[in-house]
């Protein structure tokens, strides 16, 4: 999608400047869906990724998405928020030769080859092969439309425009119209995000654009065949509810392809992986914790099950648990050296010291900050109003026993249970230092094994250390073998369950 102020990329030098240098090169003339088959083709048979970032559709959506454009066919993609359909759609631009001769100056990307307006067929025929041409890249060549309902018919087809009637043309002829966002991504693909959103009156407006490849505006109708892909996204609940797709308009798409949540945990790991932007580093156990909260609150009789539960809510609990750890480390480096025996720091009093400040690492625990902050991404059921936070947090206990047991299981974990027996204590939480938590722990039987099986290697750094400890302990608890309070001052004490 072309960026806001965008600097169109220079095309290169060797590239022909006259029709008729074009014409000595072979080269043919080719609708945008010719274009598009004929890369898609080119990049199975090199073996060449064909949607690079789409995770999780490489066995479900895409050999449907590529069926649809191998046939030639406009499609709509219908599912939940968060599926990623407009990331896909924004991918089939990649489809596209990555330059294309044009007319300069013409609105609507006219071929050299192929002129549509009586104006350029009239430059064509005067200039003959001494046309000068121009070249767009395939980035200029993809609009987008977020459907809304004030959306008008000239938004996206155009409108007369007075002031070029008031010069002298004739209402009939294509120079009198300012065209719209569909007319302009002439020769290129055009995507409508949340298409039922348009009011039926302008749904009408595209029957013609997808059908007869024509456009009509304010009665006159104007022959100019449009070459384009158009693609829509849709959410099946407006689809069926609030809005819809008009019969007519939904019948000249030729594939609906519906899109759906990563189907594994794998999947919706490695899509996390690819999109958290994380200003810290976050464990594979703690995102694999967050992986499995995100599917959970997807499948909670709590959630209403129409709106979805968007890939988003688990790339942002990533990185608000990653902004947790960073705020952790920014507030022990910062505590008075006179607080470190209390809070554990490891600022001035390290620094003197010679040992390194706390280092940004996750810990379990800090995923407890997203059952507030992210509660305004999912829509619950009416019957759950009041206790959303509620919920949330019992599916993130879930969330985090469930991988505690994919992780652990099997594992002798005595040696952790031991350090409270006979009344003993440990204390982690928030602003807990990484050295206060393992000095707590000491050496401890199975320690090593677990942080293997945890995926933090031979030699985690101490705060890794203090993130597999804590999630062990946390672990342990979820399976009822620790007790476990929160003070006053907000610290976890972990000690024997009565």
């Known amino acids: 999608m072309t960026a806001p102020n965008q600097v169109p990329p220079v095309p290169p030098a060797d590239l ?48 449907e998405v590529e069926r649809a454009l191998l046939a030639g066919h406009d499609m709509v993609l219908l599912g939940e928020r968060g599926q990623g359909k407009t990331r896909l759609i924004r991918s089939l631009g990649a489809l ?45 060549r993809y609009g987008e439309k977020l459907a809304t309902p004030d959306t008008s018919v000239g938004d996206l ?80 609940e407006d689809y069926t509810n609030r809005g819809r797709i008009i019969t007519p308009l939904k019948d000249r798409f030729g594939a609906e392809i519906r899109t759906h949540y990563p189907v594994d945990l794998d999947l919706e790991l490695a899509l996390i992986r690819q999109e958290a932007d994380l200003v810290a580093t976050v464990p594979e156990h703690v995102l694999e914790v967050l992986a499995r909260f995100a599917r959970a609150v997807r499948e909670s009789p709590s959630v209403d099950p129409r709106s979805g539960v968007s890939a988003r809510f688990a790339i942002a609990a990533a990185e608000t648990v990653a902004a947790a750890a960073l705020r952790r480390s920014g507030l022990l480096a910062a505590a008075a050296p006179g607080e470190a025996g209390r809070t554990g720091t490891t600022g001035d009093v390290d620094r003197a010291s010679g040992r390194s400040p706390e280092a940004p690492v996750a810990r379990v625990g800090d995923a407890v900050s997203v059952t507030s902050t992210l509660r305004g991404k999912v829509e619950f059921e009416s019957g759950e109003e009041g206790r959303e936070i509620e919920v949330l947090a019992h599916l993130l206990r879930t969330a985090t026993a469930e991988t505690f047991r994919a992780r652990l299981a099997g594992l002798d974990l005595s040696g952790f249970t031991a350090l409270v027996a006979e009344g003993g204590i440990i204390e982690t939480g928030e602003l807990v230092s990484s050295a206060e938590l393992l000095r707590q722990v000491g050496t401890v039987p199975g320690l090593a094994k677990a942080l293997d099986r945890l995926g933090l290697g031979d030699a985690p750094s101490p705060e890794e250390a203090a993130a597999g400890v804590e999630f062990v302990l946390e672990g342990l608890h979820l399976t009822r073998r620790l007790g476990k309070d929160v003070t006053e001052s907000g610290r976890t004490v972990y000690g024997g369950r009565g």
């Not at 080719?30 to 048979?45: C, D, F, G, S, Y």
């Not at 002439?186 to 298409?195: C, D, K, Q, S, Y």
């Not at 348009?198 to 006159?220: F, H, S």
């Open 16 to 63: 022909p400047g006259t029709l008729g240098a074009l014409r000595a090169t072979g080269h043919q003339y080719r609708t945008v869906k010719q274009e598009i088959r004929a890369n898609l083709l080119a990049r199975m048979r090199s073996g060449e990724e064909r949607f690079p970032g789409i995770v999780g559709y490489q066995d479900t959506v895409l050999p």
């Open 96 to 140: 596209l030769d990555e330059w294309t001769p044009v007319l300069p100056g013409s609105v609507l990307n006219e071929h050299p080859m192929h002129p549509l307006t009586p104006a350029s067929r009239a430059l064509v025929a005067e200039h003959g092969d001494d046309l000068p041409i121009g070249w767009l890249h395939r980035s200029m």
């Open 157 to 236: 087809i155009g409108d007369v425009d007075p002031i070029r009637l008031a010069q002298g043309r004739s209402l009939g002829d294509p120079e009198t119209i300012h065209f719209g966002l569909v007319p302009r991504t002439n020769r290129g693909v055009f995507a409508v995000n949340e298409l039922p959103d348009l009011a039926e009156r302008i749904q009408v407006a595209l029957l013609n654009v997808l059908e007869e490849r024509d456009i009509q505006v304010r009665g006159y109708q104007l022959r100019l065949p449009l070459d384009l892909l158009l693609v829509a996204s849709a959410n099946p």
